[in-house]
Structure formats: structure tokens, C-alpha cells
């Protein structure tokens, strides 16, 4: 879960989203992830609707399209 609030905005929110990154690139293709926004509502990765279904490989393509 990453803290996109209002209070996060500008560096620390940069930093934040680095972090998810560094950790999301360093998963094998074994792992697997599901990563949530919040501020208000939470906001699902890849902007699905409702809550995840289950967690998603750790692929190439699913990292990179995160």
C-alpha cells in the first residue's frame, strides 16, 4: 500500500513511488504482487475496478506496466 495523500505530495511521494519500484524490480518471476494507492478511497494498480482479485506474477511485462 503506498500513502498517495495530500500530505505526500512532491518529494515524498516521488520517494515513495521509488521505493515501490526498487522493491517491485528486485521480485523473481515466482513472486508475486498487488500494489493499492490510498488518499480518500483506495486506487487499485492498472486502475481496476474494486478490490484485487489476487495477486499478480511478478513478470517482466507486470512490473513493467506497473
Known amino acids: ?5 495530500s ?17 517491485i524490480a528486485k ?8 500494489v493499492i494507492f490510498f488518499n480518500n478511497a483506495p486506487r487499485c494498480q492498472f486502475d ?3 478490490p484485487p482479485k489476487s495477486l499478480i506474477p511478478a ?3 507486470n512490473k513493467q506496466k506497473l
Open 7 to 23: 500530505s505526500m505530495s512532491g518529494l515524498p511521494v516521488q520517494r515513495a513511488m521509488q521505493e515501490v519500484l526498487n522493491s
Open 59 to 61: 513478470s517482466k511485462p
Open 1 to 5: 500500500m503506498v500513502d498517495y495523500s
Open 27 to 34: 521480485l523473481r518471476s515466482s513472486h508475486k504482487f498487488y
Open 48 to 50: 481496476e475496478p474494486g
